[in-house]
Every structure is written in C-alpha cells, then in structure tokens.
C-alpha cells in the first residue's frame, strides 16, 4: 500500500476507484460505497445507459477516440456531483487529464492485480472491446499494463487485489484512508 490520504481528504469528496480491467473496480466500488454510506456510480454503465449503448457498441459507432472524449466528459461532470464513490473505467485515467482532474478532486484508489488473475477475470473479453477479438490476450494485457502503469501508479493510494476476496480488498482500503 502507498501513501495513506486522510479523513480531511476524504471528506466531502468522492473517491474514484482505478484500475486495469479485471481489477474488480466495480464490485470493490459498490462494497466500499455500502461502507462508506455513500452513493455507488459505475461510470461505464451510466455512460451504456446516457448513451442507449453498451462500451462495445460505443467503440464501434463512435470510434476509440469518440469513445474516450465521451468518457473524458461524463468523468468530470462525475467528479463535481458530490462525494460519492466511482468506479472508472479501466483506460479512463490514462487519456487527457483526466488523472490529473481525479487527483485533484478525489481521493483515487487504484486497485492493482496481477496479469493472472486479470486473465482469469476478463476471459474472453465479452463486453471489452480492447480485449474481445485479440489472440494473444497475455501479450495485449501485458503490453497494455506495461503503457498504463506510470497512470495508475499515481493513486493517492494503491491496494492489492489478487489473491484477496472484494471484502478483504475494501478493509485494505479503509485502513489506507483511515476512515473512523
Ligand atoms: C477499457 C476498460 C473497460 C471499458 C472499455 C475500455 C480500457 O472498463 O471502459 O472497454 O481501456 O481498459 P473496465 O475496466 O470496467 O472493464
């Protein structure tokens, strides 16, 4: 675990969850909410939702690019709605700037999880459009990881996952923000 951000940082603001996919953003992020007494929101599925289409249907009507402009907008109208919990998208830190909007207001989690378990989670790749038709999906993930991990690595707190059951994970992070 890195650097602690504490209860003053955490007060008030959202916390966004980050992490390559697989990571288990979104069950980590509807559990830590739970705790946290908060409002859960997946910015994936609000996007599926505000725009009548899945991720996948997105990177094909609007395009990669199209889609991380969607993605960019939807995340910072997401940061100034309050302190509720959000799960981003695996890229979404890694394009614009939008890591550095997350920093700058919200305590950002990242969830780290090695490329098995990532392997094992994502499967075949349905629903991920960057993982879906790929041969080699070791290779892809490891090449992704390898492009994001100076993004992700930035978290104002970094958490494991692997090996660890989603309750487990949020206890870790509860500690590292060192909520009461
Ligand atoms: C992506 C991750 C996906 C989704 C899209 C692109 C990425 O979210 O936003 O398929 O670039 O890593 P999850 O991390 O929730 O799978």
Redesign the pocket.
Known sequence: MTSSPDIERIKGRPVTVIG???SG??TVGRLLADKLQREFVDL?ELLEQEQHAT?AELFVTLGEDGFRRA?SELLKRALSAGPRVL?A????PCFFDNLDQMLAQSVVVGLHTDVEQILERVGAGAG???LAGVQDKRAEVER?LAKRAPFYERAHLTVETSGRAPSQVVTAILGGLDTP
């Open positions: 390559f996919m697989g953003k979104s994936d991720v993605e799960a998208g695996g890229g979404a991920r459009p960057l992704l």
